[in-house]
């Protein structure tokens, strides 16, 4: 058991001796701090420091002495010390040695003075741009490296590519298919009630078409698909990038939008069309179920209210989407797994915006669909 | 000779069905500094983190200051007891180079935050980087910095045992040189015990003590020179192969 660190005072003629003894670990610290502040001494006395029976001493405690000492100085008390074990006085120099200067702790930058705001101003105004010129060269170098792999499409990694449709596509099948069954179970109960006030409730099942095939069914499967495979691809760049994969490659002379991204948004371009037809699919049964319980039409009735319901265009003003979220769903993960930099928190952080920027823009193309598909009339 | 520091006793380890340590057994005694040298694959690193606790093993025991991992009570104080450099340093990417080397401190508690941050600067300045760095992130720091700046995070608590993970490699000689003074010192000031993954053959005749070479799932245990006369093959060439090299600098010369 390590003896606890002792500090004793007593008086020879004139002159006071303290004595250390014991072992001077850093766990002891508080205690050892609280010992050598609470010793009262005479001013401008004598002082002979004994640590010839100290029996360990480790660099937090002959900090603490150190400290110490000082203070002694500063009370103009001089002091002798009596040296002890060449190895705790070897301690005890290298620390001296290594003390870190006093000198005043570097100013930081007032947070409200008027070039930090400045600066911070512009900072604010020109990282968007620059990331958003980053984003357009990205597309550009993206946009070549597809028409590259069309014009040699032998160039294209297809083994990669089929275990990544395998990846997003397959493997999310049941919770793209859960998730649409029960919107359209929701859809139906929530319509059935309204239109029930109207005795209209047969064009539940227009609201369920309508609304599954035009946006829920793409919608959801979009946002499921970004959340899921979005970030995947983020972090696998991510930890790529920071493992100097992506240099590796570039050494060999290989392009990685050419064997990582393009192949991604291959991916995800065939994968997330299919998964939309199934996600409409899957809410129909949900809604058709919901429709036989609620209502009590039947399956061959539900059927053919159904075509009855949709126009030619509803089934496709949906599919047509698919393409088009699933490229900037695949863009903006690549993008951000690339721009990853540092460490693990960086991952996150693109990760994070990955997902909120895949969504985003699932939202934001939406928008611009339905305003086209007004303007074009279907 | 008082109780050892490490006290493995027929260690058996095997990593998805493939046997790495066999009957193995080490003593490190108190103030020791040991060198853990291996073939690229013969299990060393796996060694190490069995002794950690990081790995299972199937039989045999592993006692550290007398107490056994496994119990998970009085395993807890031994991660207070210990320091570990691992060998890329495994510096908390989210934390400053300075909050980092707190960590151990904090777990111990007590400590005031000013006399932390003194010592976090005395740590810094004697592994040798220079004070602005406490408040960098790992990611701006050069390989060897970051070695040096997980040093300073093995030592921040002035650890009974320090366990090193190739400490010197990638670093330039000379800077490797100083490195292995550097442990040298500290432990004859402080009395620490070390072990060292290491393939640097300076390291291993300058500084460690003794050198265990794992061959055939088993430790052949003695000093760097003894072990140059050893029969094993392996071990033979290991050894051997300095010696040549430095003859034929001295014919060069």
């Known amino acids: 058991m390590p003896t606890a660190p002792t500090v004793t005072v007593s008086q020879l003629k004139e002159d006071l001796t303290l004595c250390l003894a014991g072992e001077w670990r850093t766990f002891c610290l508080p205690e050892i701090k609280h010992k050598l502040s609470t010793l009262k001494l005479p001013q401008e006395s004598k002082v002979v420091i004994d640590l010839s029976s100290v029996d360990f001493l480790d660099t937090a405690s002959a900090y603490l002495l150190k400290k110490f000492l000082k203070k002694l100085k500063r009370l103009k008390i001089s002091y002798?010390?009596?040296?002890?074990s060449p190895t705790i006085m070897a301690t005890f120099h290298m620390v001296n040695e290594f003390t870190p200067s006093p000198e005043p702790r570097t100013e930081q930058t007032s947070r409200f003075s008027l070039i930090f705001l400045l600066n911070f101003l512009g900072k604010m105004a020109l990282d968007p741009l620059k990331t958003f010129l980053e984003a357009l060269s990205f597309l550009g170098e993206v946009t070549i490296g597809i028409i590259k792999i069309l014009i040699h499409p032998r160039r294209l990694r297809f083994i990669t590519l089929v275990d990544l449709i395998h990846k997003v596509g397959a493997s999310a099948l049941p919770i793209v298919g859960l998730i649409s069954f029960?919107?359209?179970?929701?859809?139906?109960?929530?319509?059935?009630?309204q239109l029930r006030r109207f005795g209209a409730e047969i064009f539940t099942i227009n609201l369920l078409a309508v609304s599954a095939l035009r946006e829920l069914g793409i919608l959801l499967t979009a946002?499921?698909?970004?959340?899921?495979?979005?970030?995947?691809?983020?972090?696998?760049?991510?930890?790529?990038?920071?493992n100097q994969e992506i240099d590796a490659l570039h050494v060999l002379g290989i392009d990685p939008i050419e064997v990582l991204v393009v192949p991604r948004i291959l991916a995800l371009l065939i994968v997330l069309p299919l998964l939309t037809f199934f996600a409409d699919i899957m809410a129909l049964i949900g809604g058709g179920i919901a429709t036989y319980f609620l209502i009590g039409v039947g399956p061959d009735d539900f059927a053919k209210h159904l075509l009855l319901s949709i126009g030619k265009w509803t089934f496709w003003t949906g599919i047509i989407k698919a393409p088009v979220f699933a490229f900037f769903i695949g863009l903006v993960a690549c993008f951000e797994g690339l721009r990853v930099s540092g460490g693990a928190e960086s991952v996150g952080k693109h990760t994070t915006q990955s997902v909120v920027e895949g969504i985003f823009l699932v939202i934001i193309f939406d928008a611009a669909f339905s305003i086209l598909f007004s303007v074009l009339g279907i | 000779m008082d109780t050892p520091v490490i006290d493995i006793n027929k260690l058996c380890t095997s990593i998805q069905g493939k046997k790495l340590h066999e009957g193995l057994s080490l003593n490190v005694y108190r103030g020791e500094i040991l060198g853990l040298v291996g073939a690229s694959g013969s299990g060393k690193s796996i060694l190490l983190r069995t002794i950690l606790g990081l790995n299972r093993y199937d039989s045999g025991s592993i006692r550290i200051f007398g107490i056994d991992h496994r119990d998970q009570k009085s395993a807890l104080s031994l991660r207070h007891r210990w320091g570990v450099l691992f060998q890329s340093g495994a510096l908390f990417s989210s934390l400053s180079v300075g909050d980092n080397i707190r960590v151990p401190m904090r777990e111990i508690g007590h400590i005031s935050e000013t006399l932390m941050r003194d010592l976090t600067l005395l740590k810094l300045k004697i592994v040798g980087l220079p004070e602005d760095t406490e408040a960098k992130f790992p990611a701006e720091l050069s390989g060897g910095m970051i070695k040096r700046a997980a040093l300073a995070r093995a030592l921040a608590i002035d650890a009974e045992l320090l366990f090193l993970d190739e400490p010197t490699s990638g670093l330039d000689p000379i800077s490797a040189r100083r490195f292995d003074l550097l442990i040298k010192d500290l432990q004859r000031n402080l009395n620490f015990t070390v072990m060292m993954v290491t393939h640097d053959l300076d390291s291993l005749f300058t500084v460690c003590d003794r050198v265990a070479v794992l061959v055939d799932q088993k430790l052949v245990i003695g000093t760097a020179t003894s072990l140059q006369k050893h029969p094993h093959p392996w071990i033979r060439e290991y050894f051997q192969g300095r010696r040549a090299s430095t003859l034929k600098r001295e014919v060069e010369k």
Not at chain 1, 80 to 84: F, L, Q
Not at chain 1, 223 to 242: D, N, W
């Open chain 1, 223 to 242: 946002i499921v698909v970004a959340g899921r495979s979005g970030s995947a691809y983020t972090a696998q760049l991510g930890f790529m990038k920071l």
């Open chain 1, 182 to 193: 029960l919107i359209g179970v929701v859809l139906v109960y929530q319509g059935a009630d």
């Open chain 1, 80 to 84: 002798k010390i009596k040296e002890g």
